[in-house]
T-cell receptor, first 111, second 113 residues
Framework: DAMVIQNPRYQVTQFGKPVTLSCSQTLNHNVMYWYQQKSSQAPKLLFH???????NEADTPDNFQSRRPNTSFCFLDIRSPGLGDAAMYLC??????????FGPGTRLTVT | KNQVEQSPQSLIILEGKNCTLQ??????????LRWYKQDTGRGPVSLTIMTFSENTKSNGRYTATLDADTKQSSLHITASQLSDSASYICVVSLLSGTYKYIFGTGTRLKVLA
C-alpha cells in the first residue's frame, strides 16, 4: 500500500546529542512537511519542501534542519536537542496543496 | 487573524451513543476543511474533506457538515465504538498558491464501555 513511513517510531537521545529522524513515502507526492506536536497541542509546522524548494517557518529554531535528497525521502536533523524538543514529530506529504497524508510519527525523548 | 477553534476540548460518552464535535473558523479566503482522527501516539488520519460548495460528507459512521456562511463545521459520530476514542482535529486551508493549513487544537473523545 502507498504510504508515509517514519523511522524510528521511538527515539531516545541525550541532551545536546544530534539526532536524525527519517521519512519516506511511496505516494510520489511533491510536497513533504515536518510537524512538531506536543501533548494535547495541534501540530506545528516546522518546514516543508515543495519539490526541491525548502520553506522554513519563521519561528522554527535554527536547531532544526531538514534534507530532501530525492522525492521519496526527507530527513529532520536536530543538531543539539534540548529538553523542550521532546515531542512527536510528524511527517506529511501532499500532491501540491491537496489533502495531506501523515505518517505514524516519531516520538522523541530527550534525557 | 486566521484561527480554528474546536469544542469541546474533551468529551466522554458511552459506547453506542452519538456525539457531535464542533469546529468554528475565521480563515479567509477559505479553500477546504478537513477532519482528521488521531489515535494516541499515531499520526492523523483523514476522515473527510469538504470544499466551499459541499455542506455534508459521510465516511461510514462519521458525518461532517459545513456551513460556509457561518464558518462552522461539525463532525457527527453515530453509534460510537471504543475504537473511536481519539483526538479529532479540524484543519482549514486557505485558498492560496502556497501552503497554509490552519489546525484546530482538537477534541479528545473518550468512549467508555
Amino acid at each position: 500500500d502507498a504510504m508515509v513511513i517514519q523511522n524510528p517510531r521511538y527515539q531516545v537521545t541525550q541532551f545536546g546529542k544530534p539526532v536524525t529522524l527519517s521519512c519516506s513515502q511511496t505516494l510520489n507526492h511533491n510536497v513533504m512537511y515536518w510537524y512538531q506536536q506536543k501533548s494535547s497541542q495541534a501540530p506545528k509546522l516546522l518546514f516543508h519542501y515543495y519539490d526541491k524548494d525548502f520553506n522554513n517557518e519563521a519561528d522554527t529554531p535554527d536547531n532544526f534542519q531538514s534534507r530532501r535528497p530525492n522525492t521519496s525521502f526527507c530527513f529532520l536533523d536536530i543538531r543539539s536537542p534540548g529538553l523542550g524538543d521532546a515531542a512527536m514529530y510528524l511527517c506529511a506529504t501532499s500532491r501540491d496543496w491537496y489533502e495531506q497524508y501523515f505518517g505514524p510519527g516519531t516520538r522523541l525523548t530527550v534525557t | 487573524k486566521n484561527q480554528v477553534e474546536q469544542s469541546p476540548q474533551s468529551l466522554i460518552i458511552l459506547e453506542g451513543k452519538n456525539c457531535t464535535l464542533q469546529c468554528n473558523y475565521t480563515v479567509s479566503p477559505f479553500s477546504n476543511l478537513r477532519w482528521y482522527k488521531q489515535d494516541t501516539g499515531r499520526g492523523p488520519v483523514s476522515l473527510t474533506i469538504m470544499t466551499f460548495s459541499e455542506n455534508t460528507k459521510s465516511n461510514g459512521r462519521y458525518t461532517a457538515t459545513l456551513d460556509a456562511d457561518t464558518k462552522q463545521s461539525s463532525l457527527h459520530i453515530t453509534a460510537s465504538q471504543l475504537s473511536d476514542s481519539a483526538s479529532y482535529i479540524c484543519v482549514v486551508s486557505l485558498l492560496s498558491g502556497t501552503y497554509k493549513y490552519i489546525f484546530g487544537t482538537g477534541t479528545r473523545l473518550k468512549v467508555l464501555a
